[in-house]
DNA sequence: AGTTGTGAATCTGTTCACAGCC
DNA sequence: GGCTGTGAACAGATTCACAACT
């Protein structure tokens, strides 16, 4: 039996999401119990990597059994962190920041949109789905009263770097980057980035080139 | 000299995209040449990946010079298979399929918007942001019509399964996924996950876990 | 029989370090 | 001196295959 259970490979936490998601499916179908192979059937993955996944954290599974659902969710929910409530701001309303804004699958994982900043006027002190607007300038002030750990920015790119460094002034522990700039920085937060054109831009190359085989990215 | 440029990794294609940023950026900037450091300065990588990605597809570089930005653009779009117009389909204009079709990242990269399909009879027929809303049962007719090759689906996780089988029923060859679900197939086309809940749960378990270091992901 | 957990083997991707060219 | 291109070394991630358990 392995104690220590290290470093968690990168490709691994990404994967946890997916679990999650795996494992809420099949408990709303009634299963009490799902296998590794179930698990990694549904998503196109190996068996032996859903194990070797989730030995990462401990011994979950029950041999000749598989994975007692319910208490698997809380596991993977209390690893990745989102068992408690995030406070998330959104910093730039134009079309994508409203999609975001109104996606119900920020809510149902814990992470809820308190605070909204865009520098048109005619937003500012108003709300949108509910969300309250602020100006950039009052960014320190409300991520610090209403406590906000989590930014998703969806700036247009000129104002990117701006609204980073703001962020970061501020205090900010994490960053959603929907814009083009890449910051490379050594400051304490955790960036990702989300490059929507870039998406695309792999699909146009894999049905450029079906040769190199590559179906599920 | 290498002549066979044989399958490229999976993730130096996703770098393209980046890359191809940069340079614009680069050119605009006045550059003429740039450097592999200088790449991979602006995004927080190492200058030998750089080239080493770079040099899955030719010599492209000038030693002791660097890399000819103009010529560079050209090239990588040729690979990623974006010197050419691509037409598009949004299926599901909820607010994330009105953020996607609003999107101006997608037109730079000749990535044309042409058609929006929608369940909401409110809007069959009527046009969202210029683009022609029509009924799902209609998808194998506008396909073909519009000879659209990718598709982006935006729509509830309870449509999205019938969605995917409709759009390669229809002969799509691309799908940029929004939704929870998974499929695996064997089918000839080509599909891309992107999980938005996904994205802050992987902060969050960053976040949670400062000491297993990792600021950019 | 069915399934987990895991060491070993394999595969994939990154970094090093330097020859070769400008 | 500066920079590319690349083989070799290294690191990371996946798959194999099987002992151990129910």
Redesign the interface.
């Known amino acids: 039996m392995t104690e220590y259970y290290g470093?968690?490979p990168?490709a691994t936490?990404?994967r946890?999401?997916?679990y999650?998601?795996t494992l809420e499916e099949a408990q709303s179908e009634g299963h009490k119990y799902i296998s590794s192979k179930s698990i990694a059937?549904?998503?196109?993955l190996t068996s032996a990597q859903v194990r070797k996944d989730l030995s990462c954290f401990g011994n979950f599974g029950r041999k000749g059994k598989g994975y007692h659902i319910q208490s698997l969710i809380q596991r993977i929910r209390s690893?990745?962190?989102?068992n408690r409530k995030?406070n998330?701001a959104i910093v730039g309303l134009?079309?994508?920041g409203?999609?975001?804004?109104?996606?119900k699958?920020?809510q149902?994982?814990g992470?809820d949109i308190v605070a909204i900043f865009d520098i048109d006027e005619n937003k500012i002190g108003k709300k949108y789905n509910g969300i309250p607007i602020f100006h950039p300038d009052d960014m320190k002030k409300v991520i610090n009263r209403k406590n906000i750990?989590?930014a998703?920015i969806s700036v247009p790119a000129s104002a990117a770097k701006n609204s980073i460094e703001k962020l970061v002034d501020a205090g900010i522990?994490?960053?959603?980057n929907f814009t083009?700039v890449?910051?490379?920085?050594?400051?304490?937060?955790?960036?990702?980035?989300?490059?929507?054109?870039?998406?695309?831009?792999?699909?146009?190359?894999?049905?450029?080139?079906?040769d190199?085989q590559?179906?599920?990215?």
């Open positions: 470093p968690t990168l936490v990404n946890l999401s997916i999650l998601r059937e549904r998503n196109g690893i990745l962190g989102i995030w998330v134009g079309h994508l409203e999609a975001l804004a109104g996606y699958g920020f149902r994982s992470f750990q989590i998703i522990e994490g960053i959603l083009d890449r910051v490379s920085t050594k400051d304490e937060f955790v960036i990702k980035n989300v490059n929507l054109a870039g998406e695309l831009e792999t699909i146009a190359y894999y049905i450029t080139r079906p190199w590559c179906r599920g990215i």
